[in-house]
């Protein structure tokens, strides 16, 4: 069966300093992964999507990058954080129509920065 | 553009009753929908999906939902609530052009009373 490893669960981070989170899929091959920020009191915001290694899209403009170096790797990075970085990341996984573009997702990683 | 609007944000039930939690969205054609549940500091787990065919959908923990196209509605219901079932609860719907275009309601946080 897929499972999905994200890391760090919690991260205090001072400002300005860089980041990287990182999230592996096991099970499953070619899958379409994403990065998600989840804001307190806020809904889920859709910040990175992959559909394959090297292939990145952004959809808004941040502070934040992300990279796929391999098929089911998928990091979430920034040079430089701000305050409004804070929040729960959750990165997520997809294999296509053929399941329906079902997301399963990560346990989330925590990130406070002061 | 798709959108899901979930209009509780809070609901309080006590344990044994029934529970009936509402989505209603937004697409041009036929949606995928889910509903996903989320435990504090968790990530988000599928709770249950319709794609296609029957509209009422069993998923795991006793949870079901109907689909109702002329409501544009996705109700979440279970019959008798357990305490361990107080979590957030998200409305998501997805077109079937891309797994990109998955958008979440902003969440029903429910309260179970011994």
């Known amino acids: 069966s897929q499972t999905i490893h994200q890391w760090p669960a919690t991260l205090v981070q001072p400002v300005g300093s860089p980041l990287s989170l990182e999230c592996t899929v096991e099970?499953?091959?070619?899958?379409?992964l994403y990065w998600y920020r989840q804001a307190a009191g806020r809904g889920l915001q859709l910040l990175f999507y992959?559909?394959?290694?090297?292939?990145i899209s952004s959809e808004v403009p941040q502070n934040l990058s992300a990279s796929r170096p391999q098929d089911r790797q998928f990091i979430l990075s920034s040079k430089k954080l701000l305050l409004s970085d804070s929040g729960f990341y959750l990165c997520?996984?997809?294999?296509?129509?053929?399941?329906?573009?079902?997301?399963?997702f990560g346990e989330g990683s925590w990130l406070t920065v002061v | 553009a798709q959108s899901v609007t979930q209009p509780d944000i809070h609901i309080t039930v006590s344990e044994g009753a029934s529970l009936e939690l509402r989505c209603n969205y937004s697409y041009g054609a036929t949606p995928y929908l889910f509903w996903y549940v989320q435990s504090p500091g968790q990530g988000l787990q599928l709770l249950l999906k319709?794609?296609?065919?029957?509209?009422l959908v069993q998923g795991i923990k006793g949870f079901e939902a109907e689909f109702k196209r002329s409501q544009s509605s996705f109700n979440l219901r279970k019959p008798s609530v357990h305490w361990s079932d107080a979590a957030e609860y998200f409305c998501?719907?997805?077109?079937?052009?891309?797994?990109?275009?998955?958008?979440f309601g902003s969440g029903t946080q429910l309260t179970v009373l011994p």
């Open positions: 099970g499953t091959s070619n899958p379409n």
């Open positions: 992959s559909v394959g290694i090297g292939q």
């Open positions: 998501a719907v997805g077109a079937r052009s891309s797994a990109r275009q998955l958008t």
């Open positions: 997520a996984w997809s294999v296509g129509q053929a399941s329906g573009n079902t997301i399963y």
């Open positions: 319709y794609f296609s065919g029957d509209t």
